[in-house]
């Protein structure tokens, strides 16, 4: 079984910065790519932004590109979300997924969640 466990989440003034970590343990030995995905109360999860494991591709959410980076460390299993510019709207529980297969941008592509962690971002 795969487990992948969030941290790095809190609470920032708007402008200000956090930097998500996702740690791969237990079999995860083939992984085609990682993602991080956000939800809000009534609200369903939304796509944040994606990485290819093997090449370094990457894609992000109209709403999170130029301020969120993506990146992973292949060696450590371990992905990252840099969050900069941090908006109040980008409050919500932040989710790392790792898809076995073809995974990119929605959240049925991926097989395997974090538990969550809590950005909360204040004005």
């Known amino acids: 079984q795969v487990q992948l466990v969030e941290s790095g989440g809190g609470l920032v003034q708007a402008g200000g910065s956090l930097r998500l970590s996702c740690a791969a343990s237990?079999?995860?030995?083939?992984?085609?790519?990682m993602g991080w995905f956000r939800q809000v109360p009534g609200k369903g999860r939304e796509f944040v932004a994606a990485?290819?494991?093997?090449?370094?591709?990457?894609s992000y959410a109209d709403s999170v590109k130029g301020r969120f980076t993506i990146s992973r460390d292949n060696a450590k299993k371990t992905l990252y979300l840099q969050m900069n510019s941090l908006k109040p709207e980008d409050t919500a529980v932040y989710y790392c997924a790792e898809s076995a297969t073809t995974g990119w941008t929605r959240p049925h592509e991926y097989d395997y969640w974090g538990q969550g962690t809590q950005v909360t971002v204040s004005s």
């Open positions: 990485i290819s494991w093997s090449s370094g591709r990457t």
């Open positions: 237990g079999r995860t030995f083939s992984t085609y790519s």
